[in-house]
């Protein structure tokens, strides 16, 4: 694919998350006022990321004056904010957050992660969650939660003792050694330069309420501009060409009878899978047809030279849920070892939008020759857009993404093309933009 093709841009509904940060004294209420503003919003991408999952890990000696309960948790020093705020701007950038796992009960981070991705909204919360500048530039929202310094203490002890491990002697040796004389060295500066200031937590229903409301017209305004991304995508697509990089299926006389038992209501069920199938095996032998390969010298039984071809790269595939499923029977009889993920992106009805619900992608995906995109039709192509954003998201170039579907229309492909110039598209049969989901229905039955 030539680089002077031109490349139209494509922000999805998680680019430039909401991020807040919620700062406030040890156990004075942050992880449950969090918790309380996630309930208010009753949406299903807002996360909460903990400042305790950066803390440094220790070394040796530092592991054993922490076990004695002398090593200062409650300073900056202690959280490594240079990799937070690389995994801050991960997020605001769309793309995978991979976020340390911080162990108490062993003074240390663990070897496992977990990923965050595409958040509508984070909330950050931690006593330092507005202390360094770096974060407060990235952040929307500055909250500061505010609490009675005797609740703070008996809320930090009954945390530490039940879900720490830890004993009440050097919890309170920890509070008045470190915590109290901390709090108003690094901790309480942080309420002058917070938005809003939130006192009694989550019994403050009228500050939690004022919260959500704010969230909620800055998540509708960008739901808007992705509404009017989508139009305009729709407009481009609408004035070009097919573009070469839509490879068609070629319409041989078995291809043609085909389509006819597929698209006749009268076809049975058994029949309609029997020759769907099929027609998905097609469709797989021609997507791997642009798996990466090497020239290979093999010696034929008869003794002969044969120049042919091989690959050393895997191939994957992503279902897009549920129609995708459709495919896997036609996949496995294909490329028998092929590793799976899936993807679940619905059409939200009140706006249109495609919203991503739920992915399992194959570990490494971004290593494999190829990843096949299934999905059995594509009509306006905002779902088929966001998976493939999902993938490169996820490290995949968009070189090695095929994005395989039975039935597609030409706004929808070029749609997608103009965002993602070099993926392909493999179709069977092109159709109507508008055209219903018809195609899994028929397969799966219901």
Request: hydrophobic share 40%.
């Amino acid at each position: 694919m030539s680089s002077e093709v031109r490349r139209i841009r494509y922000s999805p509904p998680w680019g430039d998350a909401s991020i807040i940060g919620v700062a406030g004294s040890s156990g004075s209420g942050k992880t449950s006022l969090a918790l309380a503003i996630v309930a208010s919003l009753n949406l299903p991408w807002v996360v909460i990321m903990s400042m305790d999952s950066f803390y440094k890990p220790l070394n040796a000696e530092q592991s054993a004056i922490a076990f004695r309960n002398e090593y200062d948790f409650d300073s900056p020093e202690a959280i490594d904010f240079d990799i937070l705020v690389d995994r801050l701007r991960d997020i605001k950038q769309g793309r995978v957050a991979e976020i340390p796992i911080y162990s108490f009960e062993k003074h240390n981070r663990i070897e496992k992660t977990t990923s965050i991705y595409s958040p509508h909204v984070l909330i950050l919360e931690g006593i330092f969650a507005l202390h360094d500048q770096r974060v407060l530039d990235l952040l929307d929202l500055k909250i500061f939660a505010e609490a009675d310094a005797d609740l703070c203490l008996s809320r930090r002890l009954v945390r530490d003792v039940k879900e720490r491990g830890r004993d009440i002697e050097g919890c309170i040796k920890q509070w008045f050694g470190y915590v109290k004389p901390n709090f108003y060295k690094y901790v309480s500066p942080q309420r002058e330069i917070a938005d809003v200031i939130i006192p009694r937590g989550i019994e403050n229903t009228v500050a939690i309420s004022m919260v959500s409301g704010q969230i909620q017209k800055t998540l509708a305004h960008k739901s808007a501009q992705h509404q009017e991304q989508l139009q305009r995508l729709g407009k481009i697509a609408e004035d070009a060409p097919l573009s070469p990089n839509a490879i068609i299926l070629p319409q041989t006389n078995q291809v043609k009878g085909i389509h006819t038992l597929l698209m006749d209501p009268k076809t049975s069920t058994e029949e309609y899978i029997f020759y769907f199938d099929r027609l998905v095996t097609l469709l797989v032998e021609k997507a791997v047809d642009f798996l990466p390969s090497h020239p290979e010298q093999v010696i034929t039984p008869a003794g002969n030279v044969y120049m042919g071809l091989k690959t050393s790269v895997g191939t994957s595939a992503v279902v897009i849920l549920r129609g995708g499923s459709a495919f896997e029977t036609g996949l496995r009889r294909t490329i028998p070892d092929c590793r799976t993920g899936r993807i679940l992106i619905q059409t939200n009805y009140r706006t249109g939008e495609p919203e991503l619900h739920y992915r399992a992608l194959p570990k490494n995906i971004a290593e494999d020759g190829l990843v096949l995109l299934l999905d059995p039709q594509m009509s306006s192509g905002g779902a088929a857009l966001m998976a493939v954003r999902v993938l490169v998201d996820h490290g995949v170039p968009e070189d090695r993404i095929v994005f395989v579907t039975y039935l597609a229309g030409p706004v929808g492909v070029n749609r997608v093309l103009s965002v993602f110039p070099e993926v392909r598209v493999v179709v069977a049969r092109m159709g109507d933009d508008m055209e219903e989901r018809w195609v899994e229905s028929r397969y799966l039955g219901c």
